[in-house]
């Protein structure tokens, strides 16, 4: 909910501060979220729970499916991430993530390979 309302800031709060996020072929660190986000269509983006696996301690995977739908076009993105989770004293965040989009013709990959940040 926070990123498909652009509440400032907010959304970071569930990843770790030296999290990893993969799409498009490039890394991003934590810094450069902000500047993704705003080069964000708008849009309603819709998460399912996700399916976690815990390690027994302070690691866990899981996968999250997700679809977003453009506000302007109602073009829609299907897709999951992949994460890895860590337990902070704040309790539980995303360390790693990354996106895998599926494609009408029934195949899926992790998005053209492009910086959204360069364009």
Known sequence: ????????????DVFTPDVE???FGTVYSLVRFPALLEAAPRGQFIGNMPVVEFDGGDRATGQQHFLFIDQQTHAMRLGWYNDEYRRTPDGWRIHRRSTTFMRKHGGADSGRQHDPLVE
Not at 1 to 12: C, I, M, N
């Open 1 to 12: 909910a926070y990123t498909s309302q652009f509440v400032d800031d907010r959304w970071l």
């Open 21 to 23: 996020y993969s799409a």
